[in-house]
């Protein structure tokens, strides 16, 4: 083979070799917005708006923003997904939710814990 040929060739290999390792796999159905608003009884109901987002290893991570508190960017300190189910802990108040996906992945239902007590939220998808 003449040397442009070769070279022409190795670039061909070398571009296919990576296309694979560049590709990122489709994210998960619960990366995106999330909104609801938490009806604690007693106290205000406040809206609550959860951010999860995937990195390129395919690990979740996320915010949450309270924003009738002007409250935002509150870290998710863990998160599982297991289709169709959603947990993730957010500190400084150890807030925990458990929800449930449903089929057309536009709703998660499930309870928000904070302090000990349950309130159930629903989380909507928004744009």
Not at 9 to 24: E, I, N, R, T
Not at 44 to 66: E, M
Request: hydrophobic content about 35%.
């Amino acid at each position: 083979m003449k040397k442009s040929r070769v070279s022409s060739f190795m670039l061909c290999v070398g571009l296919a070799l990576m296309v694979p390792s560049l590709a990122k796999a489709a994210d998960p159905p619960i990366v995106g917005n999330w909104e609801g608003t938490l009806n604690p009884g007693a106290q205000p109901k406040k809206r609550i708006v959860v951010h999860i987002s995937a990195a390129q290893d395919g690990s979740l991570n996320g915010t949450i923003d309270y924003p009738d508190q002007d409250t935002s960017g509150i870290l998710i300190t863990a998160i599982t997904y297991r289709e169709p189910t959603l947990h993730f802990e957010s500190n400084p108040n150890l807030s925990v939710y458990d929800g449930t996906m449903n089929k057309d992945n536009s709703e998660i239902t499930g309870t928000w814990k904070q302090s000990g007590s349950g309130v159930n939220l629903i989380l909507r998808r928004t744009p």
